[in-house]
């Protein structure tokens, strides 16, 4: 009996595949409606254009399987390529391994499924008629979808772990399993062998000492490298989202060192992790108890009259309410200058996170905040669904299908590094800033009981986005350009939200695009920028010192632990290894 025998009879006629199609279609409409249902809204279809896209779809199905059939089927040498301009052909990291195109049925798997993702998400796109917010609630609840179903991500349809079974003997099966049960324990996906890295000495290791503390943070003053120092010292407050070792890094990577080096003095924020005796913190307690106090602390210690400071992600969020309450009191000048991180303050473009905070999601951050914080692992959870295909997927299939080992990579071990947030802090952060936008409204929120404008800061600013940015959107962060008055520097990064930041001058990456004049809109901006290879560090360093160019000797307190604020402990500190 030859090849021919054993496959033929099972190969599908033409007639098979019309219905196979025809299935498909009704099932992805049974989907797309069901993904609707959930906010309490039909589908509102144009009859036309759906009918369209239907017929689309089974027209390329059709042809799919009938270039199938006609160059053999499973037993053709070569695969018949989809043509180029069919979203089967389409490039896809997933399916790099040669075998999903060289191999009949793998290649056939891939058209398939490349196929029925376009048809989805074109007919999530066809709902008209519902609100917006609902519909990119959709569209994102169908990529989300056609992602988990990917072949790749099951071992019988996905070449690499078939190939890897069969010549492991099923040991890497196995081996995912173990991993799969470890994470389902810890309650959290692994994406590295945190075994490799240890706080304050490969990561987080740049000397210092912690030299103020308070039930919110610890303050870490870091030591000079050189002989002088900028006058004006600068504070860093990390989000409290996430542990603050992420601008400090394995020492090549740290913004921290870096700018150590560079002649400033740093002070850095290392913010605790929430737990039940925080349940009664809110956003006023951030500002006033966290960034207000930071800074008094320094301009106490080394006498000076004012400081620079960088705020990232909901820091710069918090760091642009400090500095409207600072000049609402008439102390505008306790702050040289402001530096946003990936920051944003008006939240009506802030991407695919808005879609979290419906009342529905809030009744569920609820129910998770019972003891009065939030478990940091749902937060990364949420943001590792803004990217699933390359924080959950990805791992899926390398750690538990694959059973490959975990790679050493300090990034991955800060991302899974997770911070509790209080209950009252966040569900008022997702409330009043991302769904109601009320941060934008001259005196709709007040900070100890002082209505907050940001149209009346006019401290020089220098503003970083990310243009891959998948937390804080590009056209997001431009719009703290249009609400504070002060000079203003833009500068848009390649690469996203933490790359595009961490990016160190010595690693030769990306780029970044900036203009000599303030421009007056995004689109002004992008077609007036001119681009720059590499780190954008040292552009932000040529700014700081373009405000103050003063230097001082180093010596007294400009010594951590030397001034009246003592050395509590080395840094990193306790803070940041509390779970």
Not at 465 to 473: F, L, M, W
Request: charged residues 20%; glycine residues 8%.
């Amino acid at each position: 009996m030859d090849k021919t025998d054993v496959l033929e009879p099972h190969l599908p006629s033409l007639g098979d595949m019309q219905q196979w199609t025809q299935v498909i279609g009704r099932a992805q409409q049974l989907l797309l409606e069901q993904a609707a249902g959930a906010t309490g809204q039909t589908l509102p279809f144009d009859p036309a254009l759906f009918a369209r896209i239907q017929t689309g779809f089974a027209d390329e199905g059709l042809a799919l399987w009938q270039r199938f059939l006609d160059s053999g089927g499973l037993l053709r040498d070569q695969p018949d390529p989809a043509p180029a301009d069919s979203p089967a052909a389409r490039k896809d990291r997933r399916f790099a391994d040669p075998a999903w195109t060289e191999h009949p049925f793998y290649d056939m798997i891939r058209q398939s499924y490349l196929l029925l993702s376009d048809y989805m998400m074109k007919m999530a796109d066809a709902v008209d008629g519902v609100d917006p917010r609902q519909k990119a609630k959709l569209r994102f609840a169908t990529t989300g979808l056609l992602d988990a179903i990917a072949p790749s991500n099951f071992p019988f349809t996905n070449p690499q772990v078939v190939a890897k079974t069969i010549e492991s003997g099923g040991e890497n099966l196995v081996k995912g399993i173990k991993h799969m049960l470890a994470d389902l324990e810890k309650g959290q996906l692994t994406h590295t062998d945190g075994t490799q890295f240890e706080l304050g000495r490969n990561i987080a290791s740049t000397p210092g000492k912690v030299i103020h503390e308070t039930p919110l943070y610890q303050l870490i003053h870091y030591a000079p490298s050189t002989e002088t120092v900028l006058e004006t010292p600068l504070i860093i407050f990390p989000p409290w989202i996430n542990r603050f070792y992420i601008l400090d890094l394995s020492p090549e990577k740290s913004f921290v060192k870096w700018a150590v080096d560079q002649g400033i003095s740093v002070f850095l924020v290392s913010w605790k992790s929430a737990d039940a005796s925080m349940k009664d913190m809110v956003w006023d307690d951030y500002i006033l108890k966290g960034q207000v106090d930071a800074i008094d602390t320094v301009r106490d210690l080394l006498k000076v009259k004012s400081v620079h400071t960088i705020g990232y992600c909901v820091a710069g969020t918090t760091l642009a309410a400090t500095l409207a309450l600072l000049a609402a009191r008439g102390e505008a000048e306790k702050v040289a200058s402001a530096t946003f991180f990936t920051a944003q303050v008006d939240f009506s473009q802030a991407g695919d996170l808005t879609l979290f905070v419906d009342d529905e999601q809030m009744k569920m951050v609820d129910r998770l905040s019972s003891k009065g914080f939030l478990d940091g692992r749902y937060m990364a959870a949420t943001f590792n669904l803004l990217r699933g295909r390359d924080l959950i997927w990805n791992y899926v299939v390398n750690n538990y299908l694959l059973g490959m080992d975990y790679p050493p990579f300090d990034l991955l071990y800060w991302n899974g590094d997770t911070t509790n947030l209080p209950a009252r802090w966040h569900r008022d952060y997702l409330t009043q800033l991302y769904r109601d936008n009320l941060l934008v409204v001259p005196g709709a929120i007040s900070v100890d009981g002082t209505p907050i404008d940001l149209t009346k800061v006019q401290t020089p600013a220098y503003v970083q986005a990310g243009r891959e940015d998948h937390i804080a959107p590009l056209e997001s962060v431009w719009k703290l350009t249009e609400n504070l008055s002060g000079p203003i520097r833009f500068l848009l990064a390649g690469s996203g939200h933490i790359a595009g930041v961490v990016n160190p001058p010595a690693a030769g990456k990306y780029q970044y695009w900036a203009c000599d004049e303030r421009m007056p809109t995004l689109d002004a901006f992008l077609a007036a920028a001119k681009e720059t290879k590499g780190s954008w560090w040292p552009d932000w360093r040529v700014w700081i010192e373009s405000l103050d160019s003063r230097q001082v000797p180093v010596k007294g307190a400009r010594v951590p632990g030397k001034g009246k604020s003592k050395a509590i402990e080395d840094a990193p500190g306790r803070y940041v290894k509390a779970r």
